[in-house]
């Protein structure tokens, strides 16, 4: 059975700087996505992921929308720029 993908090439720096624009390059859980990312260690990316639970819903849906946008090869949902009103203080 055939699903008609094609292979093609992920680069994970697209994906750093879309999560460094919507969490701000100095927040924690960007860091923390920053490192796993870097490490190629799905225990972190997951660790990273759980971390957003402690932000805005809004927040967590806009970093999901760009990882899932990224994962699929799909153009963001719209501009990201920095949210920071929108990061716990």
Same mark, same amino acid.
């Given at each position: ?5 094609t ?8 994906? +750093?700087?879309?999560?460094?624009? *919507? *969490? ?9 996505? =920053? +490192?796993?990312?870097?490490?190629? =260690? ?8 759980? &971390? ?13 929308? &760009?990882?899932?946008?990224w994962?699929?090869?799909e153009? &963001?949902?719209?501009? *990201?720029?920095?949210? =920071? ?5």
């Amino acid at each position: 059975m055939e699903f008609g993908t094609t292979p093609r090439i992920v680069g994970i720096d697209r994906l +750093r700087e879309r999560l460094r624009a *919507l *969490l701000g390059g100095d927040s924690l859980v960007f860091r923390r996505f =920053d +490192r796993a990312l870097r490490a190629g =260690d799905p225990g972190r990316v997951a660790a990273a992921i759980d &971390a957003l639970a402690l932000y805005p819903g809004e927040l967590r849906r806009e970093v999901e929308e &760009a990882l899932f946008a990224w994962l699929f090869d799909e153009p &963001a949902a719209r501009s *990201l720029g920095r949210l =920071d009103d929108r990061r716990p203080g």
